[in-house]
């Protein structure tokens, strides 16, 4: 039980959405009264400090002053995740290849969790976390975010109602500035892909709103421009997703877009059924400033924004789907220890959540996708099939 309804939260990561979304979260969260003491882990006492200069007090993992700010500690994450006490949150912000040993060593001390989509790389690996957290009666919710997003929600509402009919076919897009491989994710965008890293949003979004899983798929991968910057990484990617009802999606995704755009993100989705069709732009959601100071910005309210605050006058509340998102996992928590303290208890609780959050049962589908998507396009745009149990292999 948490008897003060506030629960501790270890954020391992420290890097953009850290820093943009998830820190801001918390520490809002823990400003309202439902979160207890934050501490956050990172491979170095440099980004600790900075972090140290953004956001209030904090128990970092490294501390600068003690290991000092060049040192890389990787495996403190370990030493910060056994000082929780015994209700607590683990959110898993490192990069897409190396959540699997946070999600396991959090799981394996009874802790919960929120990680950053994708849950992992590899299909064999949300197996493995599948099972462990099964077992231990631990919460894994994956941060799929556009869960939230309302014009999102509002497809699955009217599909599930039958207002779409029977899907035929979708698209979608999500492109970023090159700024993201270059800069950004600089030390990790060879282990990924512009699809794996957010491609993977609108292949959830599908199965989100139908509940359809994937049939087979084919994938196709560019490598133009970053091989030209010193970086043996896709430029884009490309994947046709046969769903089982024989439906088709085709999402193209890039981060060698221009920055000369305006906004970050390219991204929307259409998709179309027998009885209507759906068709959003998630990225032009008419409203722009031009500022002399910023220049011209779309302005996408929905995301994760600021606004000055109802209850706290002078102050900013951050809102929007990054937010609630996040917010749902930390309050699923609460909910589960102040409910039951046996693992049975939790066990029944995580069967009933699993009905409609990305816990590992449905995150095990983009993670799929995912890796059906990397072997198909290393081998230059092969058939991957999928199993009953999302195993993949080559048609
Ligand atoms: N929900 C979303 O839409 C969304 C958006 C952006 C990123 N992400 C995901 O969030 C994750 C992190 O992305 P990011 O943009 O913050 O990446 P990033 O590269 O900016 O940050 C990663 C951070 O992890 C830290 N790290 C690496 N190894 C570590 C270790 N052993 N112990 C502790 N810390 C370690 C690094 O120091 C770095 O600060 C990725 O999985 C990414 O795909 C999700």
Redesign the pocket.
């Known amino acids: 039980m948490i008897d003060n309804g506030k629960i501790d939260v270890l954020v391992?990561?420290?890097?953009?959405?850290?820093?943009?979304?998830?820190l801001p979260t918390v520490f809002q969260e823990q400003k309202y009264g439902r979160v207890g003491n934050i501490s956050i882990?990172?491979?170095?006492g440099d980004?600790i400090e900075e972090l140290q200069g953004m956001f209030p007090p904090f128990k970092g993992?490294p501390d600068p002053l003690v290991d000092g700010t060049t040192e890389?500690?990787?495996?403190?994450?370990i030493k910060a995740i056994n000082d929780l006490p015994e209700n607590s949150v683990v959110i898993?912000?490192?990069?897409?290849h190396?959540?699997t040993?946070?999600i396991k060593a959090a799981i394996a001390a009874g802790k919960h969790c929120i990680?950053?989509?994708?849950l992992c790389l590899k299909v064999h690996e949300a197996h493995e976390i599948m099972k462990a957290a099964d077992e231990k009666g631990v919460y894994v919710l994956t941060?799929?975010?556009?869960r939230y997003d309302r014009s999102i929600r509002a497809c699955r509402y009217k599909y599930r109602k039958g207002l779409l009919g029977e899907m035929l076919h979708g698209h979608a897009w999500i492109e970023e500035p090159k700024y993201m491989a270059l800069e950004?994710?600089k030390?990790?965008c060879e282990k990924?892909s512009p699809f794996?890293?957010?491609g993977v949003?609108y292949a959830d979004a599908y199965y989100y709103i139908t509940g359809l899983k994937p049939r087979r798929l084919v994938a196709f991968g560019q490598k133009k421009y970053l091989p030209t910057q010193g970086k043996d990484a896709y430029d884009a990617v490309q994947a046709t997703i046969e769903w089982e009802d024989g439906s088709v999606q085709f999402v193209q995704t890039s981060w060698v877009n221009t920055p000369n755009n305006s906004a970050m993100t390219n991204q929307g989705m259409m998709m179309l059924g027998t009885m209507g069709e759906y068709w959003a732009d998630h990225k032009d959601r008419n409203t722009h400033f031009a500022t002399e100071a910023e220049g011209f910005d779309e302005y996408n309210p929905n995301f994760f924004k600021q606004y000055d605050s109802f209850d706290f006058p002078g102050e900013i509340d951050n809102v929007g789907y990054?937010y609630d998102?996040i917010v749902q996992g930390i309050n699923d928590v609460r909910r589960i220890v102040n409910e039951t303290d046996s693992i049975e208890g939790r066990q029944a609780m995580l069967k009933q959540m699993e009905e409609t959050r990305a816990l590992p049962g449905q995150a095990l589908i983009g993670v799929a996708i995912n890796n059906a998507v990397r072997m198909s396009a290393d081998a230059g745009g092969r058939f991957v099939v999928f199993d009953e149990d999302m195993n993949i292999k080559f048609e």
Do not use: C, N, Q
């Open positions: 391992v990561g420290g890097g953009m959405i850290s820093r943009e979304v998830i882990s990172s491979l170095k980004i993992y890389k500690y990787p495996d403190m994450f898993v912000a490192t990069p897409d190396f959540h040993p946070v990680v950053e989509k994708p941060d799929y975010h556009k950004v994710f030390d990790w990924s794996e890293y957010i949003h990054g998102s």
